[in-house]
């Protein structure tokens, strides 16, 4: 594709298209944006991280041992778990669901990456954040509770 | 394809080194939204906090990921981006098939149509100032409507183009561009029809060029 390297031409587009809005697509009020992402990011903020810890966890694995089998920094795995509020990067998640064999985009959902309008898919995040609770070892309920919820990941 | 391009920069109108390409994947999705929408919001904010009317707040897009990323596999479909030293400025999606003319010289004519075009919010002058910044780069909008009309060219369409333009972009498509404004769709929340004739198309690349 041959593209107009005219200087001239740009130069007087660009001062035409300054201060105007470009943007074409379906839009929403990004208030609205705002309210949604607060009510419904958190959730699914708290479903990651809790679904890290017991992932990690049911293999019995330290989280700097974790770190390594799944290539991700150690501080950042840190954040993940301790800090609901930090939002992993693209690549963090991508590892982390490789490892766990996980649809990745499902996990971006939970991580705060991504945003879907999915009832279900939150209710089951819900779900989940609500039936685990961190402990030394993994009870049968948690034990439960991940397969549960790996087997929802898996077969959506 | 990848096209070495040149952009401008917005407060010394100094041209820059940027990338056009056509090879976008969920990535540079994931990362739009990463990078774009807290910006968006910021500013939207602010604009409230300052006392804007609710209308005047500029609007962001609504992500329907699922489709999006099923669009990304269809060939009737082009995305194309820009990026500045790998960091994504502009996204827009074309497509290629069962659009045509609405002018009355072009009805049933095949055209290339522009269903989704966005610039970084750091590049809009709107959303810069109430967060006291100024604009990064200047004709984004510029360079991804070109690169529609080249497509359109390539796909034997002559470089008709159109698109449906909200309220806030009508003076870009209509004044800066020249294209012809053909009506308000209700079947598109009567936004705008916008639509390039060839002859239009071939000024829009054209004109002042030296």
Redesign the interface.
């Known amino acids: 594709?041959?593209?107009?390297?005219?200087?001239?031409?740009?130069?007087?587009?660009?001062?035409?298209?300054?201060?105007?809005?470009?943007?074409?697509?379906?839009?929403?009020?990004?208030?609205e944006?705002?309210e949604q992402?607060s009510s419904n990011v958190i959730p699914f903020k708290h479903a990651f991280v809790r679904f890290v810890q017991l992932a990690r966890r049911a293999r019995k694995l330290t989280l700097d041992q974790f770190a390594e089998k799944v290539d991700v920094d150690l501080v950042e795995l840190l954040k993940i778990e301790k800090d609901e509020q930090y939002?992993p990067a693209?690549r963090t998640v991508h590892q982390i669901a490789e490892f766990l064999k996980i649809p990745e985009?499902r996990l971006?959902v939970l991580a705060g990456?991504?945003?879907?309008?999915d009832a279900q898919f939150q209710k089951a995040a819900l779900k989940f954040a609500a039936s685990s609770e961190p402990v030394e070892k993994l009870s049968q309920e948690e034990h439960a509770a991940l397969e549960e919820y790996v087997k929802f990941l898996c077969d959506r | 394809m990848r096209a070495p391009i040149q952009i401008v920069k917005w407060a010394t109108k100094e041209l820059v080194e940027a990338e056009l390409f056509d090879e976008v994947t969920i990535e540079h999705f994931l990362e739009a939204q990463k990078e774009w929408r807290p910006v968006v919001i910021a500013a939207a904010r602010q604009m409230v906090q300052a006392g804007a009317n609710r209308e005047s707040i500029p609007r962001h897009w609504h992500w329907d990921w699922s489709s999006k990323e099923a669009d990304l596999r269809i060939l009737a479909f082009s995305f194309f981006g820009i990026t500045v030293q790998d960091k994504l400025q502009g996204l827009m999606k074309l497509e290629t098939v069962g659009w045509s003319g609405r002018i009355a010289s072009q009805k049933g004519k095949p055209l290339a149509y522009v269903d989704y075009l966005e610039t970084a919010p750091w590049n809009i002058k709107l959303l810069m100032q109430p967060l006291g910044r100024s604009p990064e780069f200047r004709a984004i909008g510029t360079r991804l409507i070109e690169a529609g009309v080249r497509r359109s060219l390539e796909e034997g369409f002559k470089g008709r183009l159109a698109l449906h333009s909200l309220s806030g972009s009508e003076r870009f498509y209509l004044d800066v561009c020249g294209m012809t404004a053909v009506g308000r769709d209700p079947a598109k929340q009567d936004l705008l029809w916008c639509e390039f004739t060839p002859g239009q198309a071939e000024k829009f690349l054209n004109e002042g060029a030296a």
Do not use: H, P
Not at chain 1, 1 to 30: H, P, T
Not at chain 1, 113 to 117: G, Q, S, T
């Open positions: 594709m041959n593209m107009n390297n005219s200087r001239k031409w740009l130069i007087d587009k660009a001062e035409q298209e300054d201060g105007c809005l470009v943007s074409v697509g379906g839009f929403v009020d990004a208030l944006q705002t992402t939002t693209m985009k971006m990456l991504l945003r879907v309008k």
